[in-house]
């Protein structure tokens, strides 16, 4: 059996676990990544986390045959470095290099994202299907592309950053400088300002006895507001449901893939979100769902996608 570790490198927190050849996590653990140090103190803290956590599994460290990491940021995988990560304040670090030198294996790096979309293809909800879709509803809208089992990543590992696809033309102000991305209507975030906007416009909608407070508003809001029969609420989740289906199934006709499967807290609410989903993206479908269906479904893998996706693209590139 051969061993992998696959690292999700986070602003706060790195996660760090040892995978065998099939997906199975042995052990897990994380660090704090003390993010403002050189980067060279932080690679060094993760290969000790690797060296550390194969000894607590009872293997060698010399058992591991590589690493991979997922990092914040635009990863350069071919050549190992992170280009740009505004959450490390890092510009053009060699990671794979500096990270061989404590372990003495092979480090392969990618982006977060990407590594989450190929945890859930590898071990998750996608594992079943040779081409899927990872969309991550949370502060903005991430994810990764998965084609016939291989992460696509485009030119210089720069692409597939889909929550930056326009969905309304001249629309909201998205954080990048484009107005009218997928992230600006489909994120968790953009949720949180539709139901603000929405009970700012009904004093009288019932979503002020849910949340007296905006400032407490969250993802969750609305969809309690639906529950309890108020018709602004319900309109709020319904365009929400709309902006989403616009995004996947742009994506969905681009790529066709087997599945497009959701992350993020907003996923919690089950059918409540994903029949009327279902229902929009297939009629969005280009020629329709007969011939090559698209399944859409919720991630299983929780927190741990990133450091299984990160481990299955070590064993895809050594």
């Known amino acids: 059996m051969n061993y992998y ?28 990544t003390g993010a403002g140090r050189p ?28 690493a991979g990491v997922g990092s914040p940021g635009i990863a350069d995988s071919k050549n190992g470095v992170i280009v740009y990560s505004c959450n490390l304040n890092w510009d053009k670090v060699p990671l794979s290099k500096e990270m061989q030198k404590h372990l003495g294996v092979p480090v392969f ?20 299907y040779p081409s899927s879709i990872f969309i991550t509803l949370g502060t903005g809208v991430g994810g990764g592309i998965i084609l016939d089992g291989v992460l696509f990543e485009g030119n210089r590992s720069a692409g597939a950053e889909i929550g930056h696809m326009v969905i309304r033309a001249g629309g909201e102000k ?81 790529f066709r893939p087997n599945a497009v499967v959701l992350g993020g807290g907003v996923c919690a609410e089950g ?28 991630a299983t893998l929780g927190n741990d996608a990133g450091l299984v996706g990160a481990a299955r693209f070590a064993m895809q590139n050594c």
């Open 5 to 32: 570790a696959g690292i999700d490198l986070g602003g706060t927190f790195v996660k760090c676990g040892i995978i065998d050849e099939v997906g199975n996590i042995l052990i897990k653990g994380k660090i704090p």
């Open 39 to 66: 980067y060279a103190e932080i690679a060094a803290d993760m290969a000790r986390l690797v060296t550390d956590l194969a000894e607590r599994a009872g293997i060698s460290p010399a058992d591991i045959k590589a």
């Open 109 to 128: 790096v990618t982006n977060d994202a990407n590594a989450a979309a190929l945890g859930e293809s590898f071990a998750g909800a996608a594992k079943n």
């Open 174 to 254: 998205c954080a990048c400088g484009r107005r009218g991305c997928f992230e600006a209507y489909a994120s968790a975030t953009a949720l949180i300002r539709q139901t603000k906007r929405a009970m700012d416009k009904d004093r009288a909608s019932q979503l002020w006895k849910i949340c007296p407070n905006l400032e407490d508003v969250d993802g969750k809001t609305a969809f309690d507001g639906l529950r309890a029969g108020d018709k602004t609420a319900e309109k709020v989740v319904k365009n929400y449901i709309s902006y989403l289906a616009e995004g996947i199934a742009n994506l969905a006709n681009i």
């Open 271 to 298: 059918d409540t979100l994903l029949v009327p989903l279902r229902r929009k993206v297939n009629r969005l479908l280009y020629g329709g769902t007969k011939y090559a269906p698209v399944v859409l479904t919720v």
